[in-house]
């Protein structure tokens, strides 16, 4: 129907905009990250993992993990390339999960989602329970398509998988000794909101529009900064299933939020306004 969203391939568009304008980290974001279409966070937060055993490690080793770990946020190239150059020199580290975490987040920082995909998966290798990088890459994934995407249902499907099984593992998962319980509940916030993000938009390129708009919900709430890319599939997810009035409440908060998406969400919200007014309303 007339009017009814943007068309997939702008769609796609501001999608790949999007993951290109992400640092997926956990924690505070900087005044400069601020107008990124996702609100980043501190890389250097710890990851949300279950407890294992830890290997043997000499001396050597140590102090080349411990110089990752002193590099600050502030000169991440440097730690990108030490945590390269670790992987290099300790193929079979015990922090390899770590430096794995580190580098699937520092990948997608650089927009590099094939050597993100990449690292997960060798960082599920070794730590299958980590629902941060399970929920990192089934919330990018289906972000990251477009018209020439090989496998897309494939894509789909491990998306879906990744952010469920991300969803049923926070409750499990132990706080770290570094961090408050405060900042522990973020972080599970922030994982479970980029999850929830991730299922909704497996639904909305299926075609499932209904079944979008309850995991969106769920990524708006618990976010503590709110992805404005959330509050726009939100919004063309209600306008798809004829719920204007929230397509145009959804619209109206993206447009709040500083970024690339303002003006064009902006203009949706217009478009929802003059549906509802000329064309009946689903009930809810």
Same mark, same amino acid.
């Given at each position: ?5 943007? @068309? %997939? &391939? ?54 080349? %993990? ?26 079979? +580290?015990?922090?390899?999960?770590? %430096?794995? $975490?580190?580098?699937?987040? !520092? #990948?997608?920082?650089? &927009? =590099?989602? /094939? ?36 496998? @897309? ?5 491990? !998306? ?12 499990? %998962? ?6 408050? /319980? =405060? ?8 994982? +479970?909101?980029?999850? #929830? ?13 209904? /079944?979008?708009? @309850?995991?969106? =919900? ?11 890319? $959330?509050? #726009? ?25 500083? &970024? ?7 203009? $949706? ?13 689903? @009930?809810?």
């Amino acid at each position: 129907m007339k009017g009814k969203g943007k @068309p %997939i &391939g702008k769609l796609a568009l501001l999608l790949t905009a999007a993951v290109l304008g992400t640092t997926m980290a956990f924690g505070q974001g900087s005044q400069q990250q601020q107008q990124q279409p996702q609100q980043p966070a501190n890389p250097q937060a710890p990851p949300l993992t279950l407890n294992s055993t830890p290997a043997p490690v000499n001396a050597e080793e140590e102090a080349a %993990i411990k110089a990752f770990r002193d590099v600050t946020a502030e000169n991440l190239d440097q730690k990108d390339k030490l945590a390269e150059d670790f992987l290099q020199k300790y193929p079979q +580290s015990r922090y390899r999960p770590e %430096i794995y $975490n580190w580098l699937v987040r !520092a #990948y997608l920082r650089k &927009g =590099e989602v /094939d050597k993100m995909e990449a690292a997960a998966d060798k960082q599920l290798e070794l730590y299958p329970n980590d629902p941060q990088t399970l929920a990192i890459v089934g919330s990018t994934l289906p972000r990251a398509m477009n018209a020439s995407t090989p496998d @897309p249902q494939k894509r789909l499907a491990k !998306a879906e998988q990744f952010c469920q099984k991300a969803l049923d593992l926070l409750p499990t %998962i132990p706080k770290p000794d570094s961090i408050t /319980d =405060e900042v522990f509940q973020k972080l599970k916030a922030q994982t +479970s909101a980029k999850a #929830y993000s991730g299922l909704g938009l497996v639904a909305f390129r299926r075609g499932k529009f209904a /079944d979008a708009i @309850p995991n969106f =919900e769920q990524a708006v709430k618990l976010d503590p900064q709110p992805d404005p890319v $959330n509050y #726009y599939l939100l919004g063309l997810s209600n306008q798809k299933t004829s719920h204007f009035d929230d397509a145009v409440t959804a619209f109206t908060k993206c447009a709040a939020i500083p &970024g690339g998406l303002q003006t064009t969400c902006t203009q $949706n919200a217009e478009e929802a306004k003059k549906l509802g007014a000329t064309q009946l309303s689903a @009930p809810k």
